[in-house]
């Protein structure tokens, strides 16, 4: 019996599991919409949309399943002996057990990634749809490389897009006339030199000038006078290789090479002078005129990695756009003494290479509401703490986005950076969008409820979310109980059979149930959400957990009152 | 001795008298179990939707907790019938009797019940709560698309607010040196003024109080209960008669649907199809009173006639499955199906 009992209500959860997977896959299908998805994604949207609405429905699927299992499984042969219940519903509860602890991971892990891959199917489907818009208006004014341009970040999205893949090849040869875009250049500052001391950067600047590299060894002196001006070795020598390089100047053979070295020198000056972005675009233009030349090219290396700590490249930007990201970002930064600064930013994605941002915007104000300063970015980047906001294309120095200013302005070596108080964990949580919160785990939750209150989230939001989090394992559990109970006290009985009505009556079981079980999370939800805004989490928690005894206690009282007789 | 404790013949046993005397105060002990918790959640759920922003206290539980009886007095009712019912049904006596006294204590309970707490909860005013007390200092309030932070709050004055507008294309944030916020409706109006004003009307969604919104299925049932207790109420104070044979209609349909227990050999599924038909009436009311009743206002012109159609359906019903329970269903199914 005891494992008829297992093996009947084990079978009935698989099949109403399977069922209502796939019913609810089927409604996610059928009610698919090509305005908020893309097609091409349909049947991923179809997946993740029935399993978000699986763990939604879960209890009522589950609930049904143990007690339609349970009512038809204590059918005993008239005649029979009897076994006692405790011994039938023993193995039962273990795997209630091992259930429970199941749906907790599936509803703190895979529910909130379900829930994350849903928005950002949407806001990818946004993006697409701007973009193709875009891209046909360019399209009509003329503007075709533009317009490949927004197709092909269209196509990075929506690869198998039909009409898209023609428009692009339309667009190509209406731009065939026009030069292609300079090839992206292989990351630059790759190799960054480690920090080095003072005497190690003076032993490598003597080690280039014993070489009769003296564009290595002024920049590796100038480094170690920089770092250390007490060392009158390393002025020495950059003096002694700034005269050097001079002297090679004048020494070249024709007037070709001496305008090529000439160029370096100049791009050179650039960089240790401390214009990176122009000795950046200087070293570009030479390695684009001598690809072979070993200085061009150990400089670009080095003016890219200058770049890089004060602005980012537009086609990593360009790169990261479709990605999926966190929406709606808002949040109060640390303004300093009667100021405050809040921040929005339109998404935030996170990839290996670094945290990019879209749209942002931040404004800094004082307590009485004048403005201070006003500024939005197209694209930004997070550095140690700090958002870049210049983006710079790689190759043309005509293109690059900065901030704009709307109203104020801020000291020019502040203008293009922002610093932000959260941290990147803290930023994917302080999103506006409504399901921010049911994306964190409840020990996310617990960390977050100390600092995000702080940034103009609401620490009652959080906590109420906390107790939820907390006692849904538990509801999954005793209900669970109340089911097999309620199945096994209305079980058939005497050797009868539930009929063909009865089995036309199965599905109605869910549907019941449904009722029975959201309204008892209802209950739960009220209790709980009321104790944490009136009284506090300790309360809470004290209330959830008495709640939660009383319910298991009686679960097991009438599970205990069952007889297999 | 034995004989000295031998019932005389002609008297009914022990067990058999005692059920029937004993169901109207099971009744009344479970409806009144039943709408202690329904009335305390009700309350609790107002607060935290609405009136959070001022602390809870015991009088407001109070002030509340008449009102709020009143709401779950018709589920209250309802539910304890079904609960009552699943008691009947195990144990033998006549079917008529649990029947009558079901119908007799139910409709008693609930006619009474919704004067007396009418008239208590009459008394209760309107304590709307100050809803701009939601808006705190550098605190999100989102209120419609909008969300919304002042940097200081007096009463309703507001200093140094932040507005943050996902939806607009040029720019998202937008700082305002003062404003002010009062109820609206059922929500919260804020009026911007600065280098140029605003007004964001809606309802504030108050942190935390997301907890309080019910499910879609959960909500179109609370919808259901709401359509039903609204039309009893609006009968009671207009036509007391029509409002009697209201609650009896509603009485009798719940007390007649107790057939459903008996009605396979499968207690698990007469069971569940007695909780589909109870759900199924509150929505049943509710299509009735809201789409069949409008067509007939066309063609009567007294209003209170058309309330009572929905009712007048329900008694109807209420005697179909009553014929049903006498003429087609054993009244021991499900007991003599255990005694077996």
């Known amino acids: 019996m005891n494992r008829a009992l297992l093996g009947r209500v084990g079978s009935f959860l698989f099949a109403f599991y399977v069922l209502g997977f796939g019913v609810l896959f089927l409604w996610a299908l059928v009610g698919f919409s090509p305005q908020t998805i893309l097609p091409s994604q349909r049947w991923m949207y179809a997946l993740v949309r029935g399993f978000t609405l699986f763990m939604e429905y879960l209890l009522p699927i589950h609930a049904a399943a143990i007690a339609v299992g349970a009512s038809l499984s204590g059918n005993r042969m008239t005649g029979s002996p009897a076994e006692p219940f405790s011994r039938v519903v023993s193995s039962t509860l273990v795997t209630f057990l091992l259930l429970s602890i199941a749906y907790t991971l599936a509803f703190e892990i895979g529910y909130p990634a379900a829930l994350r891959r849903l928005e950002d199917m949407q806001a990818s489907t946004a993006m697409a749809r701007q973009l193709r818009a875009q891209a046909e208006l360019l399209q009509k004014n003329g503007d075709y490389r533009s317009s490949l341009d927004m197709v092909e970040r269209y196509l990075l999205i929506d690869r198998d897009s039909r009409d898209m893949t023609q428009m692009k090849v339309t667009l190509e040869s209406q731009a065939a006339r026009k030069e292609a875009p300079a090839p992206a250049r292989s990351p630059a500052g790759a190799d960054q030199a480690p920090t080095l001391s003072a005497q190690a950067l003076v032993e490598k ?170 500024l939005t970015a197209p694209y930004g980047k997070l550095e140690n703490g700090t958002i870049l906001l210049r983006c710079i294309d790689r190759s043309d120095p005509g293109v690059q986005f900065l901030p704009v200013y709307l109203t104020g302005s801020r000291p020019a070596q502040e203008r293009n950076f922002l610093a932000v108080q959260p941290s990147e964990e803290e930023l994917r949580y302080l999103s506006a969008s409504p399901n921010a919160l049911a994306d964190m785990g409840p020990v996310e939750l617990w960390r977050m409820r100390e600092s995000l209150p702080g940034m103009g989230r609401s620490r009652a939001a959080l906590t109420v979310e906390l107790m939820m989090k907390l006692v849904m394992p538990f509801a999954f559990l005793i209900l669970s109980l109340i089911s097999l109970a309620m199945g096994w006290a209305f079980r058939v009985r005497g050797g009868a059979r539930p009929g063909a009505f009865g089995v036309i009556l199965t599905p109605l079981v869910p549907v019941a149930l449904a009722v029975f079980s959201l309204l008892y999370l209802y209950g739960h939800r009220v209790i709980l959400g009321f104790t944490v805004l009136a009284f506090g989490l300790t309360a809470a928690v004290i209330v959830g957990a008495a709640l939660e005894l009383v319910l298991l206690v009686g679960a097991l009282t009438l599970l205990a009152g069952q007889s297999s007789a | 001795m034995d004989k000295l404790f031998k019932a005389p ?141 002042p940097a200081a709050v007096t009463g309703g004055r507001l200093a140094g607010v932040l507005l943050y507008e996902p939806g607009r294309a ?109 759900r199924g009436y509150f929505s049943l009311y509710h299509l009735l009173a809201t789409r069949v009743t409008q067509s007939m206002a066309a063609v009567v012109t007294d209003p209170l006639l058309v309330i009572l159609f929905p009712s007048a359906a329900f008694l109807a019903l209420g005697l179909i499955l009553l014929l049903i329970d006498i003429l087609f269903i054993p009244a021991s199914r499900w007991t003599g199906g255990q005694a077996a």
């Open chain 1, 205 to 374: 600047a003597k080690y280039y000038a014993t070489r009769g590299d003296w564009f290595s060894a002024h920049y590796y002196a100038q480094k170690a006078s920089a770092l250390d001006p007490r060392r009158i070795d390393a002025l020495q020598l950059a003096s002694e290789a700034s005269q050097k390089i001079s002297g090679l100047a004048a020494s070249q053979p024709d007037a070709a090479s001496a305008r090529t070295f000439q160029e370096k020198r100049d791009a050179y000056l650039q960089l240790t002078g401390g214009n990176f972005l122009a000795a950046y675009y200087s070293f570009v233009r030479l390695a684009a005129k001598y690809p072979r030349d070993t200085d061009v090219a150990t400089y670009l290396g080095e003016a890219s990695r200058e770049v890089s700590k004060v602005s980012f490249f537009l086609d990593e930007a360009r790169r990261v756009e479709p990605m999926p990201g966190t929406q709606q970002i808002l949040f109060f930064n640390a303004g300093g003494q009667d100021a405050l600064e809040a921040v929005a930013i339109g998404r935030m994605i996170q990839i290996r290479e670094g945290t990019y941002f879209l749209d942002v915007e931040a404004v800094r104000y004082d307590g009485s509401g004048r403005v201070v300063w006003h």
């Open chain 2, 170 to 278: 040029d720019t998202r944030l937008s700082v305002f040196p003062g404003g002010t916020a009062e109820p609206a409706g059922s929500g919260l109006a804020v009026s911007l003024s600065g280098s140029g004003t605003r007004r964001i009307e809606g309802d504030p969604e108050v942190p935390g109080a997301g907890v309080f919104a019910p499910d879609r299925f959960t909500g179109l049932f609370l919808r259901d209960i709401a359509t039903l207790t609204t039309d009893f109420e609006r009968l009671m104070r207009e036509a007391l008669p029509q409002f009697f044979a209201a609650s009896f209609a509603l009485v009798f349909l719940s007390a007649a649907s107790l057939m459903l227990l008996r009605l396979t050999r499968w207690p698990l599924a007469n069971v569940v199809l007695l909780a589909c038909a109870m």
């Open chain 2, 9 to 149: 013949p002609g008297v009914l046993r022990c067990g058999a008298v005692k059920e029937p005397v004993k169901l109207p105060f099971v009744f009344l002990f479970i409806l009144i179990c039943v709408s202690a918790v329904l009335s305390a959640l009700s309350v609790f759920s107002l607060w935290g939707s609405v009136d959070a922003a001022q602390p809870f206290t015991f009088s407001y539980f109070l002030l509340r907790l008449p009102r709020a009886a009143f709401d779950t007095l018709v589920p209250s009712v309802v539910l304890s019938i079904v609960l009552l019912g699943l008691r009947m049904a195990r144990h033998r006596f006549s079917r008529f009797l649990g029947f009558a006294i079901v119908l007799a204590v139910g409709y008693i309970v609930m006619v009474n019940g919704m004067i007396w707490l009418s008239s208590v909860a009459a008394r209760e005013k309107a304590v709307r709560s100050a809803r701009p007390q939601y808006l705190r200092p550098l605190t999100f309030l989102r209120i419609g698309d909008a969300e919304v932070a």
